[in-house]
């Protein structure tokens, strides 16, 4: 039998094997952790942790059970609940307004002024400053807005419902590219944008659905996934057979909506965007609470800094500072430098698609990349596409606080 001899990337064994007439077998191999002895020790806790892997089986069987439907449309404070009074959401982990992103605190400040609570940008951070105005993160409410969504209540929102766990979620009625409401002249059009979608479209996609029925929005991401969105953070696909399953309602009961809609669609592909995260914010409800699951149902930013949730340990968040998109792809006249840090609560479409498990971040040494879009450092505006990736603090800390202490 002739001699095999097997080694684990030790490039001078195998040289010294060859000069002696042995092929060996070089099996590739990475240490857990990447070698890193306290995450090693951090792991060697969660494997050993029986009761964290029933949570993630259960976990999962719940978010495979979720079949969320686009239910209706409205003004956020007739359907959001605790959307009365001067209160705006934003996107990520809760944070003072004077520690929110930059382009952050212009959505926020521009949602003041749509509201009529302020004349101008600094009268709006004034009160915000001040605590006359309340802010409160998206996730308190149900609420998924990405990019540098906000929501404040007389803007239109989709409403979602999940039809097996009666979870519900909203999401801002827009083109989920953080509308970028720039100072200037152009604030006042866009500002207008938003009462269109409000007044005019709002009402017409509840219109449609009334005749039509819930739109099984599971269904529609798994085609869309079929069709390339998966990989994409513009939901082209998704966008598309949104617009064809509301369609024959508009057509039947709306009809003066649809040019009202179709200037909101416009060229961008992204109208399903916060669509789908409302969705997957739904979807992940399922999974909330599955005790000592280290399944990631949370992943958001503010432009300061980005947060997770794992589902065994529902309304807490982990936080690290906010990275740049990385395998960036700005618009022709941006550069990097103008890229705002991660904002938004898009990453809920990743935790629901790929169902990440915080063990295994660890065990990679990174967490996966999630597509999304890249905002604008100044004013929130869409300006590029990348992939960014949770910090590993941020899933250490989580994993740290889910698993039993190790052996005294």
């Not at 978010?63 to 001067?86: K, N, S, Y």
């Not at 300061?304 to 998109?325: E, H, Q, R, S, Y």
């Amino acid at each position: 039998m002739a001699l095999a001899i097997a080694t684990i990337e030790a490039p001078h064994v195998d040289q010294a094997l060859r000069d002696q007439g042995v092929d060996p077998l070089v099996v590739e191999w990475t240490p857990p952790a990447r070698g890193d002895l306290a995450d090693v020790a951090l792991l060697t806790r969660a494997y050993a942790d029986d009761a964290v892997e029933d949570g993630n089986r259960r976990a999962l069987e719940l978010l495979d059970t979720a079949r969320p439907h686009l239910v209706g449309a409205g003004l956020a404070v007739d359907l959001v609940p605790g959307m009365d009074g001067r209160t705006i959401l934003h996107a990520g982990p809760p944070c003072e307004w004077d520690h929110l992103g930059p382009a952050m605190r212009a959505q926020v400040a521009r949602a003041a002024m749509l509201e009529g609570w302020a004349a101008d940008q600094g009268d709006a951070a004034a009160l915000l400053a001040q605590g006359a105005i309340t802010l409160a993160p998206t996730d308190l409410h149900g609420v998924a807005a990405p990019m540098c969504g906000v929501l404040s209540p007389s803007m239109g929102v989709w409403a979602v419902h999940d039809e097996v766990t009666g979870a519900d979620s909203w999401a801002p009625l827009s083109d989920g590219s953080g509308d970028g409401l720039p100072p200037g002249a152009r604030t006042r059009d866009v500002l207008a944008r938003h009462r269109l979608l409000a007044d005019r479209v709002a009402p017409g996609v509840a219109a449609a659905l009334a005749a039509t029925g819930p739109i099984d929005l599971a269904a529609i991401a798994r085609t869309a996934a079929a069709m390339g969105d998966a990989t994409s953070p513009t939901p082209r696909a998704a966008s598309m057979l949104l617009m064809e399953a509301l369609m024959p309602g508009l057509a039947s009961r709306a009809l003066d909506a649809v040019p009202a809609l179709m200037t909101a669609v416009g060229t961008t592909g992204r109208i399903a965007l916060p669509v789908m995260a409302a969705a997957a914010r739904a979807a992940l409800q399922a999974a909330t609470g599955a005790a000592r699951s280290s399944l990631v149902i949370g992943m958001s930013g503010n432009g300061a800094d980005v947060a997770i949730m794992l589902a065994g340990m529902p309304g807490t968040w982990f936080t690290a500072p906010a990275p740049i998109a990385e395998n960036a792809e700005y618009a022709g006249g941006t550069a990097a430098p103008d890229a705002a840090p991660w904002t938004g609560d898009q990453g809920v479409i990743a935790c629901a698609e790929m169902a990440i498990d915080a063990r295994l971040c660890i065990d990679a040494g990174e967490a996966p990349g999630v597509p999304t879009g890249i905002a604008a450092r100044a004013d929130g505006g869409w300006i590029g596409t990348g992939t960014v990736r949770v910090p590993l603090g941020a899933m250490r800390d989580a994993l740290d606080a889910l698993v039993a202490p190790a052996p005294s």
